[in-house]
């Protein structure tokens, strides 16, 4: 069994048989994305399907399930920099590198959705310390130079190495490492207490940001369905499901010693610690949906009827429950060691997991608050339905096509994995 450890690493990504119709499909979906933002810089918010009433559409949504990715990611390399989970260690690069890339995806979107977006900086200037919003923007800012700091220190000692090679992944190596070219003892020692200290500091960091999510939507008491106190905490559990469920299917199907043993063993780890961070989840989940439901409380209940069986079930039904939670236990469950079906299982978990985003954004929004007032006023901007528009599916196609594209070349060119040290030229 052990001498499977010894096989020749897989073909890079572009020499895979499915790798160029994966890169035609990833081309048109950029060229198309662009499309949609070309229409969103030129007409505003004209496009699309949210107004007055509903102001918060499909990309707040996405920028929220892309924030709990890049939170989870960062919250499993904390388990190798801080609490030095050995079983993890091989997979601390490329967390805090799918931490950066989904948190730069999530910023952009929302930066997309924002009505003046060249006052972005406004937050800055203006923001005050009584204000939700501007201590979430403050805490990106920091986490982001954090992650950043944090990914430079991890990958120092692997630059150091890669930037003997005469390659282009040897010339932006010598770049990134900014001239710090020592490779002694007491060096590694430094950036390994240096990492210490930024996950440590991370660690906090990431909660408070992404559990500050949740707690912008709890401190809406005017929408008594977004005001409950399990939304912190069922913010950061989700962020932890989701991210870990994105790299075990990271792990499962691009690690380059696939087929090994130790690939195995890591990817059924990551499998068995995504299972029970979804079913803790679920359970999160449960305790909301029966107690909202059980007070009865029109403004409250309703929405969870709207979600269980109005017009979008399916979203809740299909995607969430059946795509994303019966499919992946019983695959988690059945196949625990092997790597494809856990990676699938993964990667159900993780694209569903905005279904669960797209139930806490909209339907909160879709009941009238007075009322009578969807027939007090009557215009195109003031509705109480909502379904994207094509101008803003082609937006996040665009964001995503960018973050695929981003983590590619990551993946490529930075030592994420460790491979390929030895074959230096």
Known sequence: MRSETIRAAPAPLERLPLFPVFAVVWLAALILGAVGVYQR?????????????????????????LIGLSAGAFLLSALVYVFDVRRLEQIGKLALFTALVTLISALVIIWLDIGRMERF????????????????????????????????????????????????????????????????????????????????????????????????????????????????????VGALASGGALLTAIVAFFWPQRGTWEHRDLVTFLGRMTLGLLLFYLLLEWAEFSLGLYGQLPEESGVYQEILSGQYWWVFWIIHVVVGAIIPIALLSQQARSAFWVGLAGALIAGSFVAVRLNVVIPGLVRPQLEGLETAYVDDRLGFSYFPSLMEWLVVVFVGAVLVGAFYLGYRLLPLTGAGEETKS
């Open 121 to 236: 900086w406004y937050i800055y200037a203006y923001g005050r310390p009584s204000s939700m919003m501007a201590w979430m923007v403050w805490l990106y800012t920091a986490y982001f130079l954090l992650i950043l700091a944090e990914l430079w220190f991890a990958l120092h000692q692997d630059l150091i190495r890669w930037s003997e090679r005469r390659d282009i992944q040897g010339a932006l190596a010598r770049f990134l490492t900014f001239g710090f070219t020592d490779a002694s003892e007491q060096a590694r020692a430094f950036d390994r207490r240096t990492l210490r200290l930024l996950g440590t500091v991370g660690v906090p960091l990431a909660i408070a940001f992404h559990g500050g999510v949740g707690a912008l939507f709890a401190s809406v008491a005017a929408r008594p369905f977004w005001n409950a106190a399990i939304y912190p905490i069922a913010f950061i």
């Open 41 to 65: 810089l030129a007409e505003g918010h004209t496009p699309a399907d949210y107004g007055s009433y509903i102001p918060w559409g499909m990309w707040v949504a996405s920028y929220v399930y």
